[in-house]
């Protein structure tokens, strides 16, 4: 189980997370949705220690990750395995050498500078890729992937770091419909057959109904819900998105870019999306 306990981070004046208290048992789909600046990147940094607490702890099956450092802290950081926006790879190395990366927190990154993986290490990868349907382009160049694609890619990264959580911060933000989708339902796919615990920010509020099991809503740095999706009325969406600005009326329509289920998606891949990358 995780454990995030009165956790508060400040850069300055500037608290960005502010006495979260959240407690995660193994195998949850959680989805964290706010709006810019609620602090909901900060947390999942503050989780698998790329920013440290200002204050409280954070506990994993009853150790304190706050205080781990060196191989410890490197360990960690393997465990909780990170999916970003913008993908993360190495654009001029192939696919499978880019899933391979994730080895780096367990080999050290000699060998993966050298590309000297083990038989053992790249059929993890390729059992990875496929899991994604991606094995057939395992040898093309990451940045001839469409967004959606690279996205998965990351995934089988994720996956081959051989996991006790994935921390997924706006894991489909750059992803039309279809490829988000996609992605979502990969990450779900992964959270129900591992019993994978699974957190993810998410900037739409139909994405984190459709796949999330928990849903924690913030504002201002602060846990303002936290609860199954079917509890997310209009009143706490008003008080999620609502935010500071008094006259701010929510429009659900605005948060809501995607509709996994019940929209059909257009087929288009995310260039757009790769040229920004
Ligand atoms: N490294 C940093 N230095 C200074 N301030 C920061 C830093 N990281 C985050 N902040 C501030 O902390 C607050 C929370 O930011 P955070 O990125 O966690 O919010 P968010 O909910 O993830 O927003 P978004 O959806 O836009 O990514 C913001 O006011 C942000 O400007």
């Not at 992605?183 to 957190?199: G, W």
Request: with cysteine; aromatic share 4%.
């Amino acid at each position: 189980m995780l454990e995030i306990r009165d956790v508060t981070k400040s850069f300055g004046d500037v608290v960005a997370v502010s006495e979260v208290s959240l407690r995660v048992e193994p195998g949850q789909m959680v989805g964290i949705i706010g709006r810019s600046g609620a602090g909901k990147s900060t947390l999942l940094r503050l989780i698998n220690r790329l920013v440290p607490a200002t204050s409280g702890d954070i506990r994993f099956e009853g150790r304190n990750v706050s205080s781990l450092t060196g191989q410890d802290l490197r360990a960690w950081r393997a465990r909780c395995a990170m999916i970003f926006q913008q993908f993360n790879l190495v654009n001029r190395l192939d696919v499978i050498t880019n899933v391979l990366i994730g080895r780096i927190g367990t080999t050290g990154a000699l060998p993966v500078m050298f590309k000297h993986f083990s038989t053992h290490e790249r059929g993890l990868a390729a059992a990875a890729l496929d899991r994604l349907d991606l094995l057939p382009q395992a040898l093309q160049r990451a940045d001839t992937l469409s967004g959606g694609q690279q996205q998965r890619v990351a995934i089988a990264r994720a996956l081959i770091q051989n996991p006790k959580l994935i921390l997924a911060d706006e894991p489909i933000a750059s992803l039309d419909p279809r490829n988000a989708r996609l992605v979502m339902e990969a990450l779900r796919s992964i959270n129900k057959e591992d019993r994978m615990t699974v957190i993810c920010n998410l900037h739409t509020l139909d994405a984190a109904r459709a796949y999330c099991d928990r849903i924690v809503g913030m504002a201002r740095g602060r846990v303002v819900f936290d609860g199954a999706p079917g509890e997310l009325t209009g009143e706490v969406i008003q008080q999620i998105y609502g935010g500071a600005d008094e006259d701010a009326v929510v429009d659900e329509s605005l948060t809501s870019t995607i509709a996994p289920r019940h929209r059909v998606a257009s087929a288009g891949d995310s260039r757009a999306a790769q040229a920004a990358h």
